[in-house]
């Protein structure tokens, strides 16, 4: 098994910054991706970005621009660096990681709030 623990969320201005992190542990040799995904209030749970362990990445659109995956594959560790945000991106920010054909992992979330 593969367990993921989050932190770096809070409450931050419009326009400003948060770096999320992910450390995994268990069976990390599992591993094939790691990345993030969202979900606010009253709304689904939805990709914000992904990376492979051989740097590959997908982006939603909505964060393109503005957020960067990175990832520290001797620590197994992702991180997410959030840059300009906006209210629309408060919500709880879940780490996942992926094997090569299956989700195996979600951690367990963490706040993000964007108010002035």
């Known amino acids: 098994q593969v367990q993921l623990v989050e932190s770096g969320g809070g409450l931050v201005q419009p326009g400003g910054s948060l770096r999320l992190s992910c450390a995994a542990s268990g069976s990390i040799f599992s591993i094939y991706a790691m990345g993030w995904y969202r979900q606010a209030p009253g709304k689904q749970r939805d990709l914000v970005a992904t990376m492979t362990s051989g740097g590959s990445t997908v982006y939603a659109d909505s964060v393109k621009g503005r957020f960067t995956i990175s990832r520290d594959n001797a620590k197994n560790t992702v991180f997410l660096q959030m840059n300009s945000l906006k209210p629309e991106d408060t919500a709880v920010y879940y780490c996942?990681?992926?094997?090569?054909?299956?989700?195996?992992?979600w951690g367990q979330g963490t706040q993000v709030t964007v108010s002035s």
């Open positions: 996942i990681a992926d094997s090569s054909n299956a989700r195996i992992a």
